[in-house]
């Protein structure tokens, strides 16, 4: 049987399907307004949990959150690939589609804003008690999400500024690092820079 000159090439190894995923993830920030506020956002996640004492149930169901509301708009994102690759032409079916798609994503992106706002109040004494510290994580966390932001930006800039962005966010986190409450909220952030950068380093590499 022929293949045909569509069929996308298997993966011959796990590190070659995680390339792949891991390209996906990319194109997704790269060319999604709404995925790079998801980023952002997970950011500010991982600040607020490193910066605060949490319980256990708490960063879970954050994390989880966070997690949840990336992963359903890469599945919307695709989704809008496929109704674009099957439907060539204005049809209000493939609208309707993509409008649902995309507001469940919105009720997610909701529903994790109402359960983060409901963490820091229950949270509400331990945050007053630790004032000091989260002020400390505002200073240098604002800049870093703005390091964050810039990576994931539409504007092509030269390399070695993307490079000092990078730097200088990784120097930011590392402060935030020296008094962390929860070290796997610091290592979400790390990995929110590195998508971010990642993110920057494909948009160099575009035509």
Excluded at 2 to 25: C, D, E, I, K
Excluded at 43 to 59: D, Q, R, T
Excluded at 90 to 108: C, H, N, P
Aim: charged share 10%.
């Amino acid at each position: 049987m022929t293949p045909s000159p569509f069929q996308t090439p298997r993966p011959s190894t796990f590190f070659a399907s995680v390339g792949y995923a891991w390209n996906g993830l990319i194109h997704t920030v790269v060319n999604q307004r709404n995925m790079r506020m998801h980023i952002v956002s997970a950011v500010l996640v991982g600040l607020v949990g490193s910066g605060i004492p949490l319980g256990l149930a708490e960063k879970v169901t954050l994390i989880f959150c966070v997690l949840l509301v990336l992963f359903a708009e890469m599945l919307n994102s695709a989704l809008e690939q496929l109704v674009d690759l099957a439907i060539q032409q204005l049809d209000e079916k493939a609208r309707l589609t993509k409008d649902a798609a995309a507001g469940g994503v919105l009720v997610l992106a909701i529903g994790t804003t109402v359960i983060f706002a409901a963490v820091l109040v229950h949270n509400a004494d331990a945050v007053l008690q630790n004032l000091a510290a989260v002020q400390q994580q505002v200073v240098v966390g604002t800049p870093l999400t703005i390091c964050a932001g810039a990576l994931m930006h539409e504007q092509k800039r030269p390399v070695w500024v993307d490079l000092l962005i990078f730097v200088v966010a990784l120097g930011l986190l590392g402060i935030t690092i020296s008094w962390s409450n929860s070290y796997v909220f610091s290592a979400m952030t790390f990995g929110m820079l590195v998508v971010a950068a990642a993110a920057a380093r494909a948009r160099q590499l575009q035509k």
